[in-house]
């Protein structure tokens, strides 16, 4: 079955102790973004990977890393949690960018909620 | 850039009733527009979208959406919700040379009452 996984799924942390949520998909795809969903201000994008070791910042990048070593994971680091990154998270993937593609949806994993104290 | 502006928070309609969801964009030039649904504890799923061509555009679940670049609108429709229709929805503006880096919109809440 075709999907993004992410894990965890729900995630508890203090603040400044480093994490990483995970982001996974089986589809081959060449693009693939981190997006926090806060009340209010719908999903907005953190990083985003066109292929393998090529990432670029979002709207809001701050306090975040990304890597894409390989094509199917594209984890997300934050180093120092702190309070205003609890959130919901989420990571899509799709099949690139290129005007072959533009028919190509995002797919979206079922999200991580964290949490910072 | 890129802005979308969805002004309804929440809605809630009878089931059986008809349903309008809003969207506005601000972009300079065509835009590639989606609407996504968010039902809850999942990620977002496509509905439709609109890249050119005809300005009313089918999706799944019934749901058809029509562009209208005189108002800047790209607005939701469904002529008889059921009551699984109740999620969060999201329109979405993606430009032309990036089209899955997407701007969304703030989200519409949708309650379906019996």
């Known amino acids: 079955e075709a999907q993004v996984t992410q894990n965890p799924r729900y995630l508890i942390t203090v603040t400044g102790k480093k994490l990483t949520v995970t982001c996974s998909q089986n589809?081959?795809?060449?693009?693939m973004s981190w997006y926090r969903q806060d009340p209010g201000l719908g999903l907005r994008q953190i990083y985003y990977?066109?292929?393998?070791?090529?990432?670029d910042k979002g709207d809001v990048p701050e306090g975040y890393k990304v890597s894409r070593k390989e094509k199917r994971n594209f984890p997300l680091i934050l180093e120092s949690p702190s309070p205003n990154q609890t959130s919901l998270y989420f990571c899509?993937?799709?099949?690139?960018?290129?005007?072959?593609?533009?028919?190509?949806?995002?797919?979206f994993g079922n999200g991580t909620r964290l949490t910072v104290t | 850039a890129q802005s979308v502006t969805q002004p309804d928070i929440h809605i809630t309609v009878s089931e059986g009733a008809s349903l309008e969801l809003r969207c506005n964009y601000s972009y300079g030039a065509t835009p590639y527009l989606f609407w996504y649904v968010q039902s809850p504890g999942q990620g977002l799923q496509l509905l439709l979208k609109?890249?050119?061509?005809?300005?009313l555009v089918q999706g799944i679940k019934g749901f058809e959406a029509e562009f209208k670049r005189s108002q800047s609108s790209f607005n939701l429709r469904k002529p008889s919700v059921h009551w699984s229709d109740a999620a969060e929805y999201f329109c979405a503006v993606g430009a032309p040379s990036g089209a899955n880096n997407l701007f969304f919109g703030t989200g519409t809440r949708l309650t379906v009452i019996p």
């Open positions: 609109y890249f050119s061509g005809d300005t």
């Open positions: 899509a993937s799709s099949s690139g960018l290129q005007r072959s593609s533009y028919n190509s949806p995002l797919h």
């Open positions: 589809m081959n795809h060449e693009y």
């Open positions: 990977s066109m292929n393998v070791e090529v990432t």
